[in-house]
């Protein structure tokens, strides 16, 4: 389904079953690792605690949404990229998929989230991710507006937004700490227990394929020209699977390599959402 909406887009998710990953007792045997991922900030990115604070500065109390802390430091938590990386592997290789990397989640579907508990995923996560403390310098402040949308939900499709500003925006809302668009920042990723097809479609599902390369939404505003992050691969290193207690080998070059060749299949899945998403998340 490309059904192109205000501000965003759906995409039908796929229905196909997944291959199981490792068992936990046994994760050593699949691919175990770390991978770095460099983010450039397409547009201005913000993680806020959604209250609006009041702050003295310049000598005049203001009312603006914080970028998340941790006491009084900066904090990206690792939960806000999951939750994004979910999104888009289960809009590219289905719900089910997306529960084998990241663990059981309700998607509020009673018929689907009642099966999954029953019979078929009870696991954690096999993917992780770091939080990333920022630093305060790289803040700014920019204006943000209210998006007002009169879209129904739309049974068995994900909704992702695009680069364009929605068309119904309203009101003009508070100031916004985040970062500016041309900033970086670091994360790292870990994985335990996965098949090759499980790393696979991991990496494709955050763009970082060279032939379905799009630009990814996370935290606030994300409807109204906030929010798009690019992903790069700085670095992979893996346990060598003969011996889990060897020093961890750098696979990197090996893994940029891959992401520059066309991708067949993955999991028995085609990958039309794939390119759906390189079209319109760019947009």
């Given at each position: 389904?490309?059904?192109?909406?205000k501000?965003?887009?759906?995409?039908?998710v796929?229905?196909?079953?997944?291959?199981p990953t490792?068992?936990?007792i046994?994760k050593?045997?699949?691919?175990?690792?770390?991978?770095?991922?460099r983010?450039?900030?397409?547009?201005?990115?913000?993680?806020?605690?959604?209250i609006?604070?009041f702050?003295?500065?310049?000598?005049?109390?203001?009312a603006?949404?914080?970028f998340y802390?941790?006491?009084?430091?900066?904090?990206?938590?690792?939960?806000s990229?999951?939750g994004?990386?979910?999104?888009?592997?289960?809009?590219?290789?289905?719900?089910?998929f997306?529960?084998e990397?990241y663990?059981?989640?309700d998607?509020?579907i009673?018929?689907r989230?009642?099966?999954?508990?029953?019979?078929?995923?009870?696991?954690?996560?096999?993917?992780?991710?770091?939080?990333?403390?920022?630093?305060?310098?790289?803040?700014?402040?920019?204006?943000?507006?209210?998006?007002?949308s009169?879209?129904k939900?739309?049974?068995?499709?994900?909704?992702?937004y695009k680069?364009?500003?929605s068309?119904?925006?309203?009101?003009?809302?508070?100031?916004i700490?985040?970062?500016?668009?041309?900033?970086f920042?670091?994360?790292?990723?870990?994985y335990?227990?996965?098949?090759?097809?499980?790393?696979?479609?991991?990496?494709?599902?955050?763009g970082?394929q060279?032939?379905?390369?799009?630009?990814?939404k996370c935290?606030?505003?994300?409807?109204?020209?906030?929010?798009?992050?690019k992903?790069?691969?700085l670095?992979?290193?893996?346990?060598?699977?003969?011996?889990?207690?060897?020093p961890?080998?750098?696979i990197t070059?090996?893994?940029?390599?891959?992401?520059?060749?066309t991708?067949?299949?993955i999991a028995?899945k085609?990958?039309g959402n794939?390119?759906?998403?390189?079209i319109?998340?760019s947009?």
């Open positions: 389904m490309d059904n192109i909406e501000g965003y887009f759906r995409v039908s796929p229905q196909e079953s997944a291959t490792v068992s936990f046994n050593f045997s699949g691919r175990c690792g770390k991978i770095v991922i983010w450039k900030i397409i547009q201005p990115f913000s993680i806020v605690n959604s609006l604070s702050g003295k500065e310049t000598e005049k109390t203001e603006l949404y914080r802390r941790l006491g009084d430091r900066l904090l990206l938590p690792g939960s990229l999951k994004m990386a979910r999104t888009y592997t289960a809009a590219v290789f289905g719900l089910t997306a529960d990397l663990g059981h989640c998607y509020g009673i018929e989230d009642a099966d999954r508990r029953n019979k078929r995923i009870n696991h954690a996560s096999k993917v992780f991710f770091e939080d990333v403390f920022i630093d305060e310098k790289a803040l700014t402040k920019a204006p943000t507006m209210a998006a007002f009169k879209n939900a739309v049974p068995g499709t994900f909704r992702i680069l364009a500003r068309e119904e925006m309203k009101t003009r809302s508070f100031p700490e985040c970062l500016p668009p041309g900033t920042f670091d994360s790292e990723i870990q335990v227990g996965l098949l090759d097809e499980h790393l696979s479609g991991f990496l494709l599902s955050l970082l060279e032939h379905y390369s799009f630009p990814l935290g606030r505003g994300k409807s109204t020209g906030y929010g798009a992050l992903a790069s691969v670095k992979v290193l893996e346990f060598d699977r003969r011996s889990a207690f060897s961890l080998i750098d070059e090996v893994i940029k390599g891959k992401l520059t060749q991708p067949g299949k028995k085609p990958l794939l390119e759906i998403l390189r319109h998340s947009q």
